[in-house]
């Protein structure tokens, strides 16, 4: 098996010319690994879980910039408010509004991702495009001074049907433009990010104007889930 470090290099040269960056995916991950990947001058991680993020934040160098890509639950933003550098997974129009509380609490500006619903699963969490350009147009929305809107995240349904794949990103792209055009006037809104591909689906992703991928496995080997922590 290649290393963390070779597998970073060859993801670095995949990436060369093109806009997109990489956020490294540690959820699971033991903070050696995180160290090792930060030698190799890694900067950006992504976990899915607020107690490992704050965990990890607390040990590892205070240069890493951490993003938060998993679902996140109101009652837990308080815990990630202070250092949290990008939120992929805004899901709901009340999970923003403790993300802007929790913010202010803090004196900080905080970038989120509105994650939108692109697959075909039941099961992912998201918005649909109507329910953000109705919320995006809201008075609510305008007053949220400690947020800013910096684009679109999205997962593509699991399948083995690249066509499928393909379409699903690609719609998430046109999204994104749509909202660009209807919405970047507004203070709190900059969109231009666009978060899709992961270690299955990443070549697309790029093909399609992904500008950050959310690599796990690739580079950091499978995740066991049925280990037991001590
Ligand atoms: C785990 C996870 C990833 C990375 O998945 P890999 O297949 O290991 O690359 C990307 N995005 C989200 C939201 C995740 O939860």
Redesign the pocket.
């Known amino acids: 098996m290649s290393s963390i470090a070779e597998n970073l290099h060859s993801f670095r040269q995949k990436l060369e010319g093109t806009s997109c960056k990489l956020v490294a995916?540690s959820?699971t991950k033991p903070v050696e690994m995180l160290q090792e990947a930060y030698d190799a001058n890694q900067r950006i991680f992504?976990e899915?879980k607020v107690q490992e993020l704050v965990d990890k934040h607390e040990v590892l160098p205070q240069d890493i910039q951490w993003h938060m890509?998993?679902h996140l639950q109101r009652n837990k933003v308080k815990y990630i408010a202070p250092f949290v550098s990008l939120i992929?997974?805004i899901d709901s129009p009340r999970l923003l509004n403790e993300v802007q509380k929790r913010a202010a609490q803090n004196d900080r500006v905080i970038d989120c991702l509105l994650q939108l619903f692109i697959a075909e699963e039941e099961t992912k969490f998201g918005f649909s495009k109507e329910e953000v350009i109705e919320f995006l147009s809201s008075e609510e929305f305008k007053a949220m001074k400690n947020i800013r809107i910096v684009g679109v995240m999205g997962?593509a349904t699991n399948t083995s049907d690249e066509a499928q794949v393909r379409k699903e990103f690609s719609s998430l792209k046109d999204i994104s433009e749509e909202l660009k055009d209807k919405f970047n006037n507004l203070e709190n809104v900059k969109i231009s990010e666009i978060s899709m591909g992961?270690?299955?689906d990443f070549p697309i992703a790029i093909e399609e104007g992904s500008t950050m991928i959310?690599?796990?496995?690739?580079i950091f080997g499978a995740?066991n889930y049925g280990t037991p922590k001590h």
Do not use: D, F
């Open positions: 995916v959820k992504g899915n890509i998993g992929h997974s997962m992961m270690s299955g959310r690599v796990g496995s690739a995740r």
